[in-house]
């Protein structure tokens, strides 16, 4: 076991190269793990997916691109023409997520050799409110985030403006743009911190294979993962 996790992800080259050649190879098996995850190990695994299924890879990104476009100009001139000018931000949260976990949801399946072709872009609505809640959960911590720091860079400014720091010398000026960018940094780091661990909560939503309930038990094996 030790011989083989040493030699790394280059092990299995050779069994990528021939789904490669011959993309029905992997389906019911899908693509063999790498010994360890890395960054340049799941580079490697996803250019060979890429290049075995590029066809239904492909496919399926002009057709989400296609049907988000033909969304949006829907409620847009529905917002502008219609009694319902809320219809497009309403897509914000109960279509437009669905349709992004559908296109990660097709490069799972074609990993897994599961992929049923582009109709897995719609997989997102076989658990459509979980994947929602869960999605819009993401999207109301990562405003938040974005929303408190904005307010106290504000407050920051405001109160640097009335102290005169802003006013007077050059160098009190300089200090104050030290200060204010410094605040920037430190308040979205939590962003940075934060994002990444709740990001996959709809994709862990929606795959059965995690047996998870709904969209808190997604955010917790979000975190860990």
């Known amino acids: 076991m ?4 040493g030699q ?12 490669a050649d011959d993309p029905s190879s992997t389906q019911g098996r899908g693509w063999p793990e790498p010994p360890e995850f890395s960054v340049g190990n799941a580079f490697q695994m996803g250019w060979d997916v890429l290049k075995a299924r590029y066809g239904l890879l492909l496919g399926a990104t002009l057709l989400y691109i296609l049907i988000v476009i ?3 100009i829907f409620a847009g001139f529905t ?3 219609t009694l319902l000018p809320l219809l497009d931000w309403a897509a914000q949260f109960l279509f437009y997520p669905l349709m992004w976990v559908g ?4 490069a799972i399946r074609v990993i897994r050799g599961e992929s049923r072709g582009v109709g897995d872009l719609f997989g997102g609505f076989k658990r459509y409110w979980p994947v929602v809640g869960a999605q819009a959960l993401v999207l109301v911590i990562i405003y938040g985030i974005v929303i408190l720091a904005t307010v106290t860079i504000m407050i920051s400014v405001a109160a640097l403006g009335v102290s005169g720091s802003f006013g007077g010398s050059s160098n009190n000026a300089g200090v104050a743009i030290l200060v204010v960018s410094v605040m920037v940094a430190v308040m979205f780091v939590p962003l940075l911190i934060v994002m990444p661990r709740i990001w996959l909560a709809p994709i862990i939503c929606l795959d059965t294979r995690q047996r998870v309930l709904g969209p808190i038990e997604s955010f917790k094996m ?3 993962m």
């Open 103 to 106: 296109l990660l949801w097709v």
């Open 222 to 224: 979000s975190w860990k």
């Open 70 to 72: 033909a969304a949006s």
């Open 2 to 5: 030790d011989e083989v996790g």
């Open 79 to 81: 917002s502008l023409f």
């Open 8 to 19: 790394g992800y280059e092990q299995q080259d050779t069994s990528h190269a021939r789904a």
